[in-house]
């Protein structure tokens, strides 16, 4: 558990247990040179020769208490989430510590780097620590918080087993959001059947778990633009029939990662009381191995009243989202925001940090660009290059489920393409949405990918 305080204070003369002082190249900031002026230049001195990089430090007993030297590193946000982390492991209960250029990006930071995920442990070591900031605006740090309580509620979801966090659970912890001013709803599989969302049923039907379709809506008075977000719900995908290797379905409790981005989208939005109209949509299930699961070679009649040849089992999050998307539009939508650990493809071609994006409309995808630059997410524009549409085409259907192992993110991209006329902006979360090892934004795990992103598109929206 972290808190941050503003405090107006500086560095120098405030009093605290611990006092934080950043260096970049052995060169100190201005808070910091106060307070080594009072020491008499000894942080200096300690400085000298020592190379501290980034994320290394050096715990200093002064005759005014302890000062922690901390190498920052060319991003603010980073910074703050490596010193978040080292503070933890260290055994002070409160720290003053020193504001970086971009504060927020500090702040955010210092949140993010604090998350943890023990709730299964039985053996927890709860442990508070109390940040205090000088000169900073308390706004600015209640304004971080509430964006990290919807990366935390995304990683959450992310990290819980998928034994804990079925179709249903899933649908549960979206209802927790009414508690924040969401509307939301949840069709259950007779609903879902009755709406005629073929696709998403048949990807379904080889669980014990039904599977749940959830909308929602936070629409607040003076709402000033719509945006309509569409998140995969996988809980687990074990490929189906078209299995995956035990290796490959090590991080598919993960596969509902757009979907747990879409929450917390919901949820911070809802605490920062955003002035626009959001509309979520998720279908929920499990892909899972049966008598009654689907197979190769089905046939399935999608939402939009397309008919899919499904080859590929594991190409299931194509067709779960192809009647969320075809919904979202009957909805009413305007444009489209879907985040979805769709592909590997996508991982093998921007690797693990760099999410793709694809854009039906240009300019939307530029605003969605520009809005994860701002909210400091790595994307990257891919092209729906038109020729590979073929690659779709099935004898029987009108679609196939997959095309062949080249460019495999954007046939995939084209899939979705299909069931949508109004703008959409496709991300590929694959890569980001699950780090398999710590980094200085958090542990390894669920990284609440594209919360960020979402909210800053939602704010541009605004105006
Ligand atoms: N959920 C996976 C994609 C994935 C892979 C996410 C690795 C995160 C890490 C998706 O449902 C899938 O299995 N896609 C297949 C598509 C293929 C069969 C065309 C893939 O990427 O192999
Ligand atoms: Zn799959
Ligand atoms: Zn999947």
Not at 157 to 170: C, K, R, S
Not at 233 to 249: A, H, I, N, V
Not at 324 to 331: D, G, I, N, S, T
Not at 336 to 345: N, Q, R
Request: aromatic content about 6%; some cysteine.
């Amino acid at each position: 558990m972290i808190t941050l305080r503003a405090v107006s204070t500086g560095l120098a003369e405030g009093r605290a247990p611990l006092k934080v002082v950043w260096v970049k190249e052995g060169a100190l900031l201005p808070q910091g040179e106060a307070l080594d002026a009072r020491l008499a230049g000894l942080l200096r001195r300690a400085l000298e020769g020592a190379g501290l990089k980034a994320g290394e430090s050096l715990l200093l007993y002064t005759e005014e208490g302890p000062v922690l030297l901390f190498g920052r590193g060319e991003d603010d946000r980073e910074s703050g989430g490596r010193l978040a982390q080292a503070l933890l492991k260290l055994a002070f209960p409160e720290a003053l510590v020193e504001p970086l250029e971009d504060a927020y990006a500090l702040a955010e930071g210092l949140f993010l780097g604090a998350y943890r995920f023990d709730r299964l442990k039985t053996k927890r070591e709860e442990k508070a620590l109390t940040l205090l900031l000088p000169g900073v605006s308390e706004a600015l740090l209640e304004r971080a918080r509430r964006v990290a309580e919807g990366v935390y509620l995304a990683r959450d979801l992310v990290n819980e087993p998928p034994n804990l966090l079925t179709p249903e659970v899933l649908a549960e912890r979206a209802l927790e959001l009414r508690a924040f001013g969401v509307e939301v709803e949840v069709l259950d599989e007779k609903a879902i059947a009755e709406l005629g969302m073929g696709a998403f049923l048949a990807v379904a039907q080889g669980s014990e778990n039904p599977p749940r379709f959830i909308r929602l809506r936070y629409a607040p008075e003076g709402a000033r633009a719509r945006l309509d977000l569409v998140g995969k719900g996988l809980t687990f995908d074990s490929g189906g029939y078209s299995l995956k290797p035990t290796e490959g379905m090590a991080t598919m409790k993960g596969d509902m990662a757009g979907a747990a981005a879409v929450l917390g989208a919901f949820k911070a939005a809802a605490l920062l009381g955003l002035p626009v109209e959001l509309r979520g949509y998720i279908a929920a299930c499990e892909n899972l191995v049966s008598g009654r699961a689907y197979r190769v070679g089905d046939v399935l009649k999608t939402l939009s009243g397309k008919t899919v040849e499904v080859m590929n089992t594991d190409a299931e999050g194509r067709l779960t989202l192809a009647d969320a998307l075809a919904y979202a539009e009957r909805e009413g939508a305007e444009r489209i925001l879907e985040l979805s650990t769709l592909t590997g493809a996508a991982v093998v071609a921007l690797g693990e940090e760099v999410a793709a994006l694809f854009a039906t409309e240009p300019s939307w995808g530029e605003k969605v660009r520009e809005a994860a630059q701002g909210a400091g997410e790595k994307v990257w524009p891919m092209p729906l290059e038109e020729a590979y549409r073929e690659k779709l085409k099935s004898p029987v259907a009108d679609l196939k489920n997959v095309g062949d192992r080249n460019g495999g993110a954007i046939t995939a991209a084209l899939f979705l393409a299909e069931f949508v006329r109004v703008p959409l902006v496709h991300l590929d979360i694959a890569g980001p949405a699950f780090a398999r090892k710590a980094h200085a934004l958090g542990p390894e795990g669920g990284t609440g990918f594209g919360v960020r992103t979402a909210l800053k598109v939602a704010e541009a929206l605004a105006g």
